[in-house]
């Protein structure tokens, strides 16, 4: 069982250059989350989705974007890549909106100079 | 807007007991939420609380009091494996909002 899985593990960008960041999952979760982690910081969300066709914002959503065409992938988008989006980037699901516990990828470490 | 209040570091002794304690004022709660995240790793699921009280897994306890905006989360029998970063996260509308994370250390 595979559970979330994010690809690639590690990047290097040049500024103004772009990016997608997979997440896939193989849960049939509806719930899927992407956050970034600055070090000494706790998750920011960046955006989530509810379900096939359906995402919204999260905390610090400016920079970037998404997708959900289908329930196993949530794809990022980084469009003109920039210093500050230097971070951990991990994605989450869950199987429903309620309270039940995310599951985490290993996240993808993005550095951008 | 959150604001999830954790403190930064502890160190204790292996063997030991630490709590760490998670203040919370926020625009809406469903539950709190802890999690385990070692060094270069994903942060993995602990415990859940919805209502108050306190919830015992095994070495771990959290509790939670609604009315003070206040959780606590005990880790007892320390051993060095617990030497991580543990994050205390607020549920609403679908969502976790997390506090910075407190790294414990545990000394032998």
């Known amino acids: 069982n595979a559970g979330v899985t994010q690809t690639p593990k590690f990047r290097i960008l040049k500024i103004g250059q772009s990016m997608t960041l997979q997440c896939a999952q193989d849960m049939n979760h509806n719930y899927m989350y992407w956050y970034r982690q600055d070090p000494g910081m706790g998750l920011k969300l960046i955006y989530y989705?509810?379900?096939?066709?359906?995402?919204d914002k999260g905390e610090v959503p400016n920079g970037y974007n998404v997708s959900r065409s289908t329930t196993e992938d949530f794809p990022l988008r980084l469009e003109l890549a920039a210093p500050s989006q230097t971070s951990v980037y991990f994605c989450?699901?869950?199987?429903?909106?309620?309270?039940?516990?995310?599951?985490f990828g290993d996240g993808t470490r993005l550095s951008i100079l | 807007g959150q604001n999830i209040d954790q403190p930064t570091e502890m160190t204790a002794t292996e063997g030991a007991i630490v709590q760490i304690n998670c203040t919370y004022q926020?625009?809406?709660?469903?539950?709190l939420f802890w999690y385990q995240q070692h060094a270069g790793e994903a942060p993995t699921f602990l415990s859940y609380?919805?209502?108050?009280g306190l919830e015992e897994k095994g070495r771990f306890s959290s509790f939670l009091s609604r009315s003070k905006g206040y959780s606590y989360l005990l880790l007892k029998e320390l051993q060095m494996k617990d030497s991580a970063s543990y994050l205390c996260a607020v549920f609403n509308d679908y969502k976790l909002s997390f506090g910075a994370g407190t790294t414990v250390t545990v000394r032998a």
């Open positions: 926020t625009s809406g709660f469903n539950g």
């Open positions: 609380n919805v209502l108050d």
């Open positions: 989705s509810v379900g096939a066709g359906i995402t």
């Open positions: 989450a699901s869950s199987p429903t909106g309620s309270n039940q516990p995310q599951h």
